[in-house]
C-alpha cells in the first residue's frame, strides 16, 4: 500500500518550499512540498513534517518562514533534501533569498499527523517576487505550463 499510495499522492502538482529557522544563531531548513493554507482569519498555513526528520524537531514551538521557490531553484530544493548545492546558499537572514514568495510564522499549533507532525503557524509577514514556480509531480521537479 505504502509504495502504491506514495505513486497515487504523487499525483496531486505541487509548488516547492523550504521552511527554514534559526536556532542558537545557527540556520536550518527542509524541503517541503506538504505546504498548505489553512485560514485567513486568523492567518493560519501548515506544513507536515516526518518525525524522523531533524526538521520536525526543530520547528517544535519556534517561528518559522516558508520559502515559496522559484523554478531556478531546484538546487536549492535538492541542498535542503539532504543533497548539497554547488554554490552557496543566498540567506537573507532566516529567508532565502530570490524565492517566489516568504511567508513569516509565528508558531500556532501542532497536530498528531501519524508518522508526521502537523505544524500550523500564524502568518505575520508576507513578501511576494515576480516569477514563475517550481513544481514538484510524480517525483520530478517541473515547470507550470502557461
Ligand atoms: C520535493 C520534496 C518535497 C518534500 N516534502 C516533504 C514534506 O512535505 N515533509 C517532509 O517531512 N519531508 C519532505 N521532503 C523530504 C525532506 O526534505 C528531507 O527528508 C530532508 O532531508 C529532511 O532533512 P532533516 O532530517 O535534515 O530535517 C521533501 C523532499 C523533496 C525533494
Redesign the pocket.
Known amino acids: 500500500m505504502t509504495r502504491e499510495l506514495r505513486d497515487c499522492l504523487g499525483h496531486f502538482a505541487t509548488g ?1 518550499t523550504v521552511v527554514t529557522c534559526e536556532i542558537d544563531g545557527v540556520k ?1 531548513g ?6 498548505t493554507a489553512v485560514s485567513l482569519e486568523p492567518p493560519l498555513v501548515l ?4 518525525r ?5 524537531h ?1 520547528l517544535d514551538n519556534r517561528p518559522f518562514v516558508v520559502n515559496v521557490l522559484k523554478a531556478d531553484q531546484g538546487d536549492i ?2 541542498h ?3 543533497r548539497p548545492a554547488a554554490r552557496p546558499i543566498p540567506w537573507d537572514g532566516t529567508r532565502i533569498r530570490d524565492s517566489l514568495a516568504h511567508i513569516v510564522c509565528a508558531p500556532w499549533r501542532s497536530y498528531d499527523g501519524g508518522d ?1 507532525v502537523l505544524y500550523l503557524g500564524e502568518v505575520e509577514e508576507i513578501e511576494v517576487h515576480q516569477g514563475d514556480p517550481l513544481v ?1 509531480y510524480r517525483g520530478a521537479f517541473r515547470e507550470a505550463g502557461a
Open positions: 516547492v536550518h527542509a524541503t517541503v512540498n506538504s505546504f506544513v507536515s513534517l516526518d524522523r526528520s531533524k526538521a520536525c526543530h530544493a535538492m535542503f533534501a539532504g508526521h514538484f
